[in-house]
């Protein structure tokens, strides 16, 4: 049992994703996460905003219990299934990372720069971590969807949309990566 | 009640799964985007490669889900501007916070607190399309 411990390789996890997908279709659901921002936005007060949030939530509350579930997933894959799991990257991109002020590459399983506790005072961090998810957010709801709505569930039912959606993902993340990250890290 | 347990296991597994896969790693979306490893493609093409199939499956045999209605992954609107612009907007951030919609909440149930502020982030995101909605384009 030694290998649960272990980080689990792509192979095994990829169609373990599959596998999450069917069995929502299985018992009548879609896999997609993203939706559940859009319900969090109603049971915050947004449908008193505009249009877009008037929608009987309670029709979600399946969602959201997937998503909480992702929420206790986490909790026991990181201190149960795990010791310390911190990804094996390439060598090039550590010392990348390492050149970028990144000191945590290769050490942790996210950059304590920017997930550790001192985050919460330091206003760049903040800055960077509240664009970041504002782009998330508006962008998954902008496209219809996000990595698990349409790159996984939408490409696997062959929906143009969702290919469409999948290689913007994949020009965004080139354009922050490339161009931006030199800029502010 | 039954249903809900099983939502709930469902929600567990998969956020299990993201993270032993690493998936929910900042470093790992960015090595994905310096094309300096195969495990992020390796992760999504295994999962389309099996989704695929399963997908096909079920509607070559016309499966039926539990409630024994045809399964139905319904169509998205066609167009290219909102999936492109919107994609790009989303690329955007998921290298930026190294986090899409489902691994920010695996992150905060695995005790990196400073993720919230990524899920703040991402509701007030999605209240501001849909308050500038009727003006993009689509």
């Known amino acids: ?54 929608f009987d939530w309670k029709g979600q509350r399946w969602n959201l219990l997937v998503m909480t579930g992702a929420i ?34 290769g050490n942790a399983y996210v950059p304590t720069e920017l997930f ?24 998954a709801r902008y496209a219809g969807g996000c990595t698990s709505g349409h790159s996984i569930s939408g490409i696997s039912n062959l929906q143009l949309p969702s290919l469409i959606a999948t290689i913007g993902f994949f020009i965004g993340g080139l354009i922050m990566v490339h161009l931006i990250f030199p800029l502010i890290f | 009640m039954i249903k809900s347990i099983i939502y709930l296991i469902t929600g567990t597994f998969f956020g299990i799964v993201m993270y032993k896969s690493e998936a929910a790693s900042w470093f790992r979306i960015y090595e994905m985007f310096n094309f300096q ?27 039926k889900d539990i409630h024994g209605a045809p399964i139905v992954i319904a169509a998205k609107d ?21 986090a899409c919609p489902g691994p920010m909440f695996v992150l905060a149930g695995a005790g ?25 384009p689509h």
């Not at chain 2, 493609?41 to 490669?49: F, P, Q, T, V």
Request: hydrophobic fraction near 50%.
């Open chain 1, 1 to 54: 049992m030694e290998w649960i411990l272990e980080p689990w390789p792509w192979y095994v996890t990829g169609p373990l994703i599959a596998l999450t997908m069917f069995t929502l279709l299985y018992v009548g659901k879609n896999f997609g996460m993203s939706s559940n921002l859009r319900t969090l936005c109603t049971l915050c007060g947004a449908d008193k905003t505009c249009d877009f949030f008037c």
């Open chain 1, 72 to 105: 206790i997933g986490g909790f026991v894959a990181s201190n149960y299934l795990s010791e310390n799991q911190v990804p094996d990257l390439n060598p090039a991109t550590i010392e990348q990372l390492h050149a970028a002020g990144f000191e945590s590459a």
């Open chain 1, 116 to 139: 550790g506790n001192e985050s919460f005072s330091d206003i760049k961090t903040l800055a960077i971590l509240l664009i970041g998810g504002l782009l998330v957010g508006f962008g």
């Open chain 2, 37 to 63: 490893s195969i495990h992020m493609y390796g992760l999504m093409g295994s999962a389309l490669a099996v989704g695929i199939v399963i997908v096909q499956f079920i509607k070559r045999k016309k499966v």
């Open chain 2, 78 to 98: 066609k167009g290219i501007a909102r999936y492109l612009i919107g994609g790009i907007l989303f690329g955007l951030g998921w290298a930026l916070a190294g």
């Open chain 2, 112 to 136: 990196y607190f400073p993720i919230l502020v990524v899920i703040l982030g991402a509701v007030l995101g999605t209240w501001l399309y849909g308050l500038v909605k009727n003006r993009l």
